[in-house]
């Protein structure tokens, strides 16, 4: 028999593949992790970098445009100096330049401190140049009026401008040379910043055939997982078919079993048992009436033999009754029922609504055990006092309700064999069983068969 191990001979080994898979799939997520950890970290750093280059830009160009600045206003009024005839311009102009050699002193002193020795020489040529030219305009500043305004223009184009010109492209130099180092700066910002793409899209790609091996993979795997659960589910459902296939004839052997003995009892035993009244009676006859213990005797083996008799009457009408066969479903209903309200406290109602006699043979049997098997449950184990058979009949099906005023139970939590049975017995007809009960509420069982063709034909 198919069924008594259903695990398949070319089942996955073990968990091996799923572990594989899941291991797979984490290093696919720690991947994904990693990559976006490292971008988040490196972008991190190149805005760092980026504020750095920033920083330091601005902290050598605003010092810079500063003395530049203080440079252009000193030469400036150095120039207004020369070329002025106010007389009141001398004292007040003297003062202004010993103000402005200060700040711009002061202003290349407080210039950033650079490691780049050529960013030091220029800023170096720079102060020699301011200091050439404090040299030239110091004795200037001591003229009388009258040798500045001999010597003022001939002083100014030969010495003062020329040396603003040496100062101001010195000053260039260095916008030039900061402005140079912010490209160069922005220029490996730029190539880390190509390296970390390149990086992020060899990570991705990686990430993305990894993916790609691991989705497939798990295809072929969910693949062969549903190709063994189909088997083994055609292999299940093959083994429950035949389960049923065997219970049915198991039933079917049972009630032939049934059938067979309850005619040998009734035929073989119950004639034999007949026949062993009648010779008693005889021997109770033959006896005379003057020898009392032998008659007293006589009448406890009458007694006795009634007694089987009746016995084995009982025995083979629970076993198979021949009102079933020989009266019909109905009249059998009724006895049984009769027989259960006799032996017991439960009052039994039998109810039929144009119910035919002529349902077949299998029909008639599944509905009688399915009467006898929730009765003597009723009865036995719900101590329930009345009792309702209900038998119903349309062209398409019959219906059968069995219903009691016992004390009920959880359908869920208990469900002994009987009830299994009798699921059993009705499916196998392909009918629809339903039991309704709840703790204090009494049972209600209902049963309904479709009608076999030919049947419906007759009716």
Request: with cysteine.
């Amino acid at each position: 028999m198919r069924g008594a191990s259903l695990k398949p001979e070319g089942a996955p080994r073990g968990s091996q593949l799923p572990l594989v898979l899941v291991v797979a799939f984490g290093g696919l997520l720690a991947l994904m992790v990693f990559a976006g950890a490292e971008a988040l970290v490196l972008a991190r750093q190149l805005h760092a970098q980026e504020e750095q280059i920033r920083q330091t830009y601005l902290a050598h160009t605003q010092p810079l445009l500063v003395l530049s600045s203080s440079i252009h206003i000193y030469n400036d009024r150095l120039q207004e100096y020369l070329i002025s005839d106010d007389p009141q311009a001398d004292g007040v102009t003297a003062g202004e330049f010993s103000q402005l050699t200060k700040e711009i002193d002061s202003d290349l002193k407080t210039y950033p401190q650079t490691d780049q020795p050529e960013e030091r020489a220029l800023v170096e040529s720079l102060r020699q140049l301011f200091a050439e030219q404090q040299e030239i305009v110091n004795p200037v500043l001591a003229w009388s009026r009258d040798e500045k305004r001999r010597q003022a223009q001939q002083f100014l184009h030969e010495q003062v401008l020329p040396q603003r010109e040496r100062i101001h492209e010195a000053s260039e130099k260095i916008v030039l040379w900061d402005s140079e180092q912010l490209g160069v700066a922005d220029r490996e910002m730029f190539s880390s910043f190509t390296r970390l793409q390149a990086r992020q899209t060899r990570l991705l790609g990686l990430a993305l055939a990894a993916g790609f091996a691991l989705s497939l993979a798990s295809a072929v795997y969910l693949l062969r997982l549903e190709r063994e659960g189909r088997r083994r589910y055609m292999e299940v459902a093959g083994s429950k078919a035949e389960l049923a296939a065997l219970s049915a004839r198991l039933v079917d052997a049972q009630e032939n079993e049934r059938r067979s003995i309850s005619r040998e009892l009734h035929d073989e035993v119950g004639q034999s048992l007949g026949a062993l009244l009648v010779e008693v009676s005889r021997l109770k006859s033959a006896v005379p009436a003057a020898a009392p213990p032998i008659q007293e005797h006589a009448d406890r083996i009458k007694s006795m033999a009634e007694t089987a008799v009746q016995t084995v009457r009982n025995i083979a009408l629970l076993l198979r009754p021949s009102m079933l066969d020989d009266l019909g479903l109905i009249a059998a209903l009724e006895w049984q029922g009769r027989e259960i309200s006799r032996r017991g406290e439960m009052e039994v109602e039998v109810q039929s609504s144009e119910a035919s006699e002529k349902l077949p043979d299998e029909y008639k049997t599944c509905i009688y055990r399915l009467v006898q098997e929730a009765l003597n449950n009723a009865a036995r184990h719900s101590s329930a006092k009345n009792a309702r058979v209900t038998i119903g009949q349309t062209r398409e099906k019959i219906a059968v309700t069995i219903r009691d005023d016992g004390r009920g139970f959880d359908p869920n939590r208990i469900r002994g064999l009987g009830i299994l049975g009798m699921d059993e017995r009705v499916r196998r007809l392909g009918g629809t069983f339903t039991l309704d009960s709840k703790p204090g509420g009494g049972t209600t069982i209902r049963a309904e068969f479709p009608l076999p063709n030919s049947h419906q034909e007759r009716l």
